[in-house]
């Protein structure tokens, strides 16, 4: 049975930061392409950031480009994504996908939320 599990998200202040984490079992994890994607309230879900298999490629959206760091650990199965520099507009819930060849997953998301 795949799953992917994250966690991580919270609320924090306009400015501050946060680590979210997805750890995978029921893959071999270093075949994947991992990503990050959010939703916000009313609005469709989108690319945050991507990592290639053996992390030697990420790519950002220009939204979060210089303040988001995705990074992998292939022999912990698992996916981070450093947020910093949070703004309001931050605020969704973050998910993480596993993807190779026509196959994907996606973990159930964690909320977070950026607020004074």
């Known amino acids: 049975q795949v799953q992917l599990v994250e966690c991580g998200g919270g609320v924090v202040q306009p400015g501050g930061s946060l680590g979210l984490s997805c750890v995978a079992s029921?893959?071999?994890?270093?075949?994947?392409?991992m990503s990050w994607y959010r939703q916000a309230p009313g609005k469709e879900r989108e690319l945050v950031a991507s990592?290639?298999?053996?992390?030697?490629?990420?790519n950002y959206a220009d939204s979060v480009k210089g303040r988001f760091t995705i990074s992998r650990d292939n022999a912990k199965n698992t996916v981070a994504l450093h947020l910093s520099g949070l703004k309001p507009e931050d605020t969704a819930v973050y998910y993480c996908?596993?993807?190779?060849?026509?196959?994907?997953?996606w973990g159930q998301g964690t909320q977070v939320t950026v607020s004074s």
């Open positions: 029921g893959i071999t994890f270093s075949r994947y392409v």
């Open positions: 990592i290639g298999s053996d992390g030697g490629s990420t």
């Open positions: 996908k596993a993807k190779y060849s026509l196959t994907q997953y």
